[in-house]
């Protein structure tokens, strides 16, 4: 009965166990309404996070506005990772502390930082 209910509230989450680490912090990075760009809160957001936890890992996903979007065009996802982690490298970071993936369940982007 236990491993049912665990089963159903990973299909109701849309993302599977192994693709986001329980350990991450999550931070939503706002978009500008039909822009592939973040907002100046999101940015401002980045850098909070990246200031207040700068040896710490940590995922930054984003969910897309428009489904249909979303499987009309597959590249989309990989744009906005491409202008997140452009902004995470002028912020600083290196290629060898920066992972890009998407969630194949619910199509949010994760882009996972390790600053040591």
């Known amino acids: 009965m236990?491993?049912?209910?665990w089963v159903v509230y990973i299909l109701l989450a849309g993302c599977s166990v192994s693709e986001f680490d329980s350990g991450e912090?999550?931070?939503?990075i706002n978009y500008?309404?039909?822009?592939?760009?973040?907002?100046?809160?999101?940015?401002?957001?980045?850098?909070?996070v990246i200031d207040t936890h700068p040896k710490s890992f940590f995922t930054i996903y984003q969910p897309y506005h428009d489904y249909q979007l979303a499987e009309l065009d597959d590249a989309l996802w990989h744009t906005r990772a491409l202008?997140?982690?452009?902004?995470?490298?002028?912020?600083?970071?290196?290629?060898?502390?920066?992972?890009?993936?998407?969630?194949?369940?619910?199509?949010?982007?994760?882009?996972?930082?390790?600053?040591?």
Do not use: F, W
Not at 32 to 48: C, I, M, R, T
């Open 83 to 116: 202008k997140l982690a452009q902004l995470a490298r002028i912020q600083g970071l290196k290629p060898n502390q920066l992972t890009i993936k998407e969630c194949q369940t619910c199509q949010n982007i994760s882009i996972s930082y390790s600053r040591s």
């Open 32 to 48: 500008e309404q039909n822009q592939h760009v973040p907002s100046e809160q999101g940015k401002k957001d980045l850098q909070v």
């Open 2 to 5: 236990k491993l049912m209910l």
């Open 25 to 28: 912090q999550q931070v939503v």
